[in-house]
């Protein structure tokens, strides 16, 4: 059966080979595809452009709003580190002649100016409402990627600019912002300090408590409604808890010596606290419907500030047992301590990612406190700080992608820097200290 | 059940098909020849399949702010449209600073030394990661132009390529969360520099990389002209995109 093939081969097969070398021999000219490396972008930011907003209806009241409006955009923006807001002074468009809808105006003023996004907005007054609607484009696509439209009072316009930057941030980086999350932090003065809060833009600063006493370590519930602290108000270290619906604050610990709050548990039932009754700082859990506590480490050294994972199986905290203070993770039932921070001769606290692999915390680097973040297991140790005053109190944003901490420069700063150490921001300044980031308002 | 079926086929055919690959070869010898006669005679073309180069160059910012020799290239490429076409190559030594300042008959002996030199550097310096890494492949083009001065120019244009791809790249680093990733994309090059059949070669696996490489393709383009000396009417590149510099 296979004969023929054979036979057939035979006659054609060196034929074949003969023409194929013939063939080879013209000389083709051909680039074979080259390949280009690039290593890292050119830029860490978006490129964005807000035009100013159109009035649909003048009237009284719509003066200046245009350009207020597209500038505060901007700056919300701008604070998330994700993007390089475009100045207008560099715009080419005329907006006396160019519309806000798809194919009144032309992209390519936009990309001209380098813009890779673009936000065109109007807005109308009716009333005691602001009612304004907004398109983001996809300048290098032409193409629109949101268009919605917000209502509120024309009072609080950046209320609605909030939500707009945020649904922004969600189409181009898939997760919305933090703009409606707070910090907590206090503010001393001649050793007497209160409770504040601020938003992540810098806006709406209050005071919760008029303590005017020495304050620890605050500490946001999961559910963003309360705050524990504590104070020295009465002489001791005790435990409180703020409510901010009300603005109460009732004291829930006294025992004799140290009530420091550590963590809230996920579900927020629970609150790790050190306390020194038995002798030394130990880890307690204190269950916030009973109000009983449990002792989590037993030790001879010290063991304080507590952290809880954000799947709340692992706890780490603060601990002396090897001779100088470092980070140890343990399971939430107290078993299990390991070291985790072996560089270094004082680490302290520590605060979980929500994104829940890393840790950042404060270390002593070259006789200063420095921001560093590592890894759970203990690897990727990175310094993001470098500066020449004492950078502490390391917390995470609700999305895990800024880092809020206090400095003691210029008489004691709040910073919020994106997690990889860039795009540094001073959030408060005079006095501030103990920052810690609220949960997202449920 | 197919199998023997299509033996069969052959079987019945066997005569026929030796007759039909001597026809197919009188006509591709008949072809052959005729292109032989007819190709260009102006252009000695040389049967070699040429050595394979390895071009590295530094970044084009430099190459292309300071007054480099290469800076004349790089004008040269990136003005390639000239009014008078048919003494671009006459003109070139005028173009070309060395030759301008040396101009010694023994210049394709100079140029091979550079580009061995250059070769040895290139070897040696693979592993530096700072520097764009460009690896070309060419096989000997027609049109009178050595190999070295081909490549040499060849590795400016693909320089003002990379040049114009990367400082269109935006990416925050927080959307790769410190993975190390990877896209490679490839496109052709229209001899006018447009680009076209941009498609992923591979894709990182995160969506925001892949989109920020796509965005810098498309807002790089489009690319200056080709050069009349690249003997194709189009380029093919790829570019290889790399997360490995974005810290978390």
Redesign the interface.
Known sequence: MREPLRHGAKGGFPLAVLLLCLLLLVPVPVLARVYLDIDSPAFQKFPFAVADFQPRAGGPGTEGLSAGLADRLGRYLDVTGFFNVISRKAFLEDPRKAGILPGTFRFSDWSAIGADYLVKGSFRIAGPDLDIEARLFDVVRGEVLLARGYTGRKDRPEELLRRLASDILQVLTGEGGVFDTKIAFQVKSKGRADLYTILFDGTERKRLTSHQSVLYAPRWSPDGRSLAFTSLRDGNPDLYIHDLATGRTRKIMDYPGLNLAGSWSPDGRRLLVTLSKDGNEEIYLLDMSSYQVRRLTVNFSIDVSPAWSPDGRKIAFVSNRAGSPQIYVMDADGGGARRLTLEGSYNTSPSWSPRGRRLAFEGMSGGRFQIFTIEEDGSNLLQLTFDRDDNESPTWSPDGRYIVYSSRGGGGKLHIMNVNGTNVRTLVEGGAASPVWSPRPK | MTF?GL?RT??RG?GS??RM??L??VL??VA?VL??VLGPVSAP???TFGPVYSVSLVSMADTALNASPAADLTRDVLGAVRQDRSTVLRKEPDILPKRKNDPTPRQTDLDRTIEELRRKVAQTERAA??R????????????GMSDSDLNRR?GVY?AV??NR???????????T??QALEA?V?ARILRSGEITGLEFEKRSGN??FDE?VL??M??AAPFPPLPEW???RM??????????????
Request: charged share 20%; net charge positive; no cysteine.
């Open positions: 023997p033996l052959h079987h066997g098909l030796n690959i001597l197919s070869g591709h010898l052959l292109l032989m073309t040389r049967l990661p700072a764009p890494d460009m690896t070309a492949r060419l096989s000997t083009p027609s049109g060849m693909y390529l990379w791809i990367r400082s269109q790249w935006a990416l925050p680093a927080d959307l969360r410190g490679v490839h969506r925001f920020s965005r810098a498309q807002k690249i003997p194709d380029i093919d590149v790829g570019i290889r995109f790399h997360s490995s510099q974005l810290k978390r």
